[in-house]
């Protein structure tokens, strides 16, 4: 080969590079398999002093398509995946952790609804069914003080593997959404960019439902929302669970010296209907300041303090839910590293005071850390309509109702429980962006104030949306039209015939 071939040789390789075509592999065998060499990547451009890195153009593969995709896998994606294929769509469930179940799975919370107490009214749906079969499979017990469920957390990836499986919905974990693609007319989305261990990648999707919790793909296609300023955000958790517990001497203990929800007001001021304050609650706070005056745990360690849950005859206390951190942004991965190591100091130093100070607890040590932090609060999209405090508190009622939920408020200081039978109708607009079309948002992230929010964000009212948002999407696709253009009367004719209750 001349010099002049060698060049022009390396020029197409460049050109072939710059171009983002896929490059060919060398193997060879060895007697331990086979050795894989792709050609180097092509360069991007390092700005320093902008302090941006301008990426080099790429052809990404299409990893599936689909009618639906549904990115996010708790309490919501699920739901609205089940929804979608259950109205006739074919549907992929995308999740960054490599497990389904969301908050329930990889924090350790095990109550998707712990409001039970006599005179509650719920939406049934997709959310009781999970409940049901997990206690059918023999993963929930009660808990401690009404009719609400314990889900194993661990367990409960199970139940949502054969949730999912059963249904056929095409699961695809440890992926991550890092970008949006849109049509040609900038406003209604195609697909998704993915990066996993295959690299980055594409799906297609007719129709896309943001349960991120985070409103990630709504941010990432420029839908507007709204984010509470740090200082004024609900706290994070770092939920843990121990073994070794005497839970008759603990149980006992609990009965001597019974917590109520007036006890909640101790170090805040709570604001509730009154009805609450008598309320059993499994609560724990006292006993920290007891251990702070003894000397056991640092005196700042002033943020330590909440609920117990689950109780195992193995001698595990599970979903403890006594770590708090404030003023961190769950959108900001700084932030987020220090929440999450400062989680597990403050769960030790509630660990030691337990062992300390509560009776069946003096052998206890630390079983797990949830696997990642819980989080309550982030973004909010502005939808077509944004629930607001009035709303929550007062039983709305809305025509494009999916589904309904119990008057349960819990955050920014207010507990309201629903005792009374009052509830208040879910609106679709709720869930559908502004800016963007073929994209849904349900979850904790839908659209709505402070006050709304309290109720919005717990897991049962996720699964509502979730499950409207799954039925929508399906039902759009039938009908050949948008999410922002379908007709809502098809949509809650599916919910029903799903077993939602609208009013």
């Known amino acids: 080969m001349t010099d002049e071939d060698k060049y022009q040789a390396r020029a197409q390789r460049m050109i072939t590079r710059w171009s983002g075509q896929r490059m060919p592999v060398s193997r060879r065998e060895t007697a331990e398999g086979e050795v894989l060499r792709h050609a180097p990547p092509a360069v991007g451009a390092l700005d320093v002093a ?126 991550m959404a890092v970008d949006v693609i849109f049509e040609e007319d900038g406003k209604r989305l195609r697909g998704i960019v993915t990066e996993s261990k295959s690299g980055r990648q594409v799906v297609l999707a007719k129709r896309i439902i943001d349960c991120s919790g985070d409103a990630d793909i709504a941010h990432l296609a420029g839908a507007s929302y709204r984010k509470t300023p740090k200082d004024k955000m609900l706290g994070m958790t770092t939920v843990f669970n121990a073994a070794g517990v005497d839970t008759r001497a603990f149980l006992d203990y609990t009965e001597s010296q019974p917590a109520t ?132 508190r007062n039983q709305a009622k809305f025509a494009d109702s999916i589904g309904i939920f119990p008057e349960f408020i819990d955050g920014y200081n207010i507990l309201i429980l629903p005792t009374t039978g009052r509830y208040f109708e879910v609106p679709y607009g709720c869930m559908v962006p502004l800016e963007v079309d073929n994209l849904l948002v349900a979850g904790r992230c839908v659209a709505g104030d402070m006050v709304s929010h309290a109720a919005m964000r717990n897991m049962m009212a996720c699964t509502v949306t979730g499950q409207g948002a799954g039925v929508a999407a399906a039902v759009s696709i039938r009908q050949d039209k948008s999410t922002a253009q379908v007709d809502l009367h098809g949509v809650q004719a599916e919910l029903e015939r799903q077993g939602v209750r609208l009013h």
């Open 261 to 392: 929800y007036a006890d909640w007001s101790r170090t805040w001021a709570q604001e509730t209907t009154g009805k609450e304050d008598t309320l059993r609650s499994p609560y724990l706070d006292k006993e920290f300041d007891t251990a702070r005056e003894l000397g056991v745990i640092p005196a700042d360690s002033t943020n330590i303090g909440g609920s117990w849950s689950a109780l195992t005859p193995a001698g595990e206390a599970t979903n403890l839910n006594l770590a708090h951190m404030y003023g961190f942004d769950p959108t900001d991965v700084m932030d987020l590293t220090r929440a999450e190591m400062q989680g597990r100091q403050e769960a030790l130093h509630a660990l030691v005071a337990l062992k300390k100070v509560v009776p069946g607890f003096e052998n206890a040590k630390l079983r797990n850390f949830g696997m990642t932090l819980g989080i309550r609060d982030s973004r909010k999209i502005m939808g077509r309509y944004n629930l607001c405090s009035e709303d929550v």
């Open 50 to 175: 902008q302090q941006v890195y301008h990426e080099p153009a790429k052809a990404l593969p299409v990893l599936t398509t689909c009618d639906v995709l549904v990115v996010g896998a708790g309490p919501a994606g699920i739901s609205a995946a089940l929804a979608a294929r259950r109205a006739g769509a074919d549907t992929v469930l995308l999740e960054r952790f490599g497990c389904l179940g969301g908050v329930i799975t990889t924090v350790g919370m095990e109550t998707l609804a712990w409001y039970r107490y006599e005179g509650t009214v719920e939406g049934e749906g997709i959310g009781i069914e999970m409940e049901r079969i997990a206690a059918q499979m023999g993963g929930a017990i009660k808990w401690p003080y009404n009719d609400s469920q314990c889900l194993d957390a661990d367990f409960f990836k199970v139940v949502a593997d054969h949730l999912i499986t059963e249904a056929g919905v095409r699961p695809i974990l440890h992926c």
